[in-house]
């Protein structure tokens, strides 16, 4: 579950709060329509960009929170420079409602996540360093190795552990649009991932993305490895080997995932 829906449900468990929701936007401002944040008496839950916009946002939401229980939903018009003298230029418009624990059900059908589905295959350092990393990001994280005790006992709510033995084996069932990521701590694992993936995209042609670890070298080998098993060099160009966006070239595993990290937002 996202991080920012699974706080709003913590919330909600306590007190009733306010969404706060982006209507619409003309010109430019400082989140797209749809962009949400949840106002309570002692603290808030994800955020409509910041600046005075929001904090206006937010003195609004609990005043609205102070009122009579049947004050309705409100709109408001923001003229974000006339009015707030940011210098995004343009209008917006933010929804104000209640909302109590008994909205939850209705909630969860309006906010749709934005995560999108991310596999992983390898819990070594720099598995453990990306998780880290893509637990702020909207991604949905399924972490998946043959090796069961690899896992920590603490996880953000956006990754679920998958132990798959043959870890391949995990392929077939990814979610459609998923990006692969391959890190595992063998070779000759992390090209059976990347034959299944191939599979796949052969038969389906639905992953989004699928990056391999690695040096040129590394798959240099691995193309001939693949060719020899039938796969062609249209087929082979679709795997991104070595991963992370060019000009980061640290090689800590903290450095590596904010490279993966930004290449993976690249990606949408």
Known sequence: MPRHTAELWNQLQHAPGVLVTVESVEGSGPREVGAWMAVFPQTLVNTIGGGHLEFQAIAEGRALLSSSPHEGTLVNRYALGPALGQCCGGVVHLKFERITLSDVPTLKQRLPSQAKPLALFGGGHVGHALVNVLSNLPFQVQWIDSRDEI?????????????????????????????????????????????????????????????????????????????????????????TCPIGVEGITGKEPEVIAVAVAAQLLQQY
Not at 189 to 208: I, S, T
Not at 209 to 216: D, N, T, W
């Open 151 to 239: 896992f920590p006992a603490q996880l953000p709510t956006n990754v679920v552990c998958d132990h798959s033995d043959p870890v391949h084996a995990a392929v077939d069932a990814l979610p459609s649009d998923t990006c692969v990521l391959i890190m595992s701590f063998s070779h000759a694992e992390d090209l059976d991932v990347v034959a299944a993936c191939l599979k796949r995209q052969r038969l389906h042609g639905d992953l989004k993305f699928v990056g391999l670890i690695g040096s040129k070298t590394k798959w240099a080998t691995f193309q001939h490895r693949l060719e020899a098993k039938g796969f062609s060099a249209q087929e082979l160009a679709f795997i």
